[in-house]
């Protein structure tokens, strides 16, 4: 009688996984930290432009806002590549202490299909899912 042990579904990534997973991070925080700064430039040079507009005011109300707009959106962008940054460094910390790829809701193994889309996750899909139906509304 053949004697295979069903194998047990894995709780954690091997180290080789792991480091995997690191790289990707690290790679994803770089193009992060380039982006923001791309952006804080950005920034500054809009509000050399607005000062310059306000000077010559009478011409550029129209540009103003246009200026304005782009401005909020990127805060907005900066804002939002930050709170990824955050969930990246988080990722990373997790790597340290060994415990990347357990969901920190349910404590299931997080499916490496979804760590290779989403390297940042810190729910497996199902909590995730279940997270944002919550936040719609427990609809
Ligand atoms: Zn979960």
């Not at 040079?45 to 540009?63: F, G, I, P, V």
């Not at 997080?110 to 729910?123: D, F, H, M």
């Not at 909590?127 to 427990?138: N, V």
């Amino acid at each position: 009688m053949p004697d295979k042990k069903t194998q047990k579904p894995k709780k954690k990534y091997t180290k080789k996984e792991l480091n995997h997973f690191k790289q990707k991070l690290l790679a994803e925080r770089e193009r992060i930290l380039k982006e923001l700064s791309r952006i804080e430039e950005a920034l500054n040079e809009a509000s050399d432009e607005t000062e310059a507009a306000k000077q010559s005011y009478s011409n550029h109300l129209a540009d103003l806002g246009t200026d304005y707009m782009e401005k909020e959106k990127n805060y907005y962008y900066a804002d939002q590549e930050g709170a990824y940054l955050r969930a990246i460094e988080a990722a990373l910390e997790r790597i340290q202490r060994g415990d990347y790829g357990v969901c920190s809701d349910c404590t299931d193994l997080i499916s490496e299909k979804r760590l290779e889309a989403v390297p940042a996750a810190e729910l497996c899909i199902n909590c995730k899912e279940k997270k944002e139906k919550l936040e719609r509304g427990g609809r």
